[in-house]
């Protein structure tokens, strides 16, 4: 059955992808109301020169590249910062 130029089947599968697509979600950039996590985001992203991309776009107007080197830029410095925490333990424990 055709209706409207658009088969039966074709009207089901629209009809049931609208129930499993999930509505885009806003990605508007508020460097005021920032995560600790979307903080050091920024700051990286600041260092790369990518800070005013970012404003004007959001994260999404980033390429995949530029998302990737923020990304492991951000678990390198983590791993530094839980690192440098376990040596500040491990000398308080030493002196107390």
């Known amino acids: 059955m055709v209706t409207h130029g658009h088969t039966l089947s074709t009207l089901k599968m629209e009809r049931s992808m609208s129930f499993i697509m999930p509505k885009k979600k806003e990605d508007h950039f508020d460097p005021a109301n920032m995560k600790p996590e979307d903080k050091l985001k920024f700051e990286i992203a600041t260092e790369l020169g990518l800070d005013q991309k970012v404003i004007a ?3 999404r107007s980033l390429t995949a ?7 492991g830029l951000m678990t390198k410095r983590k791993k530094e910062q839980q690192k440098q925490a376990l040596k500040d333990a491990g000398e308080s424990h030493i002196m107390g």
């Open 57 to 59: 776009g959001g994260w």
């Open 65 to 71: 590249k530029e998302s990737g080197r923020i990304g």
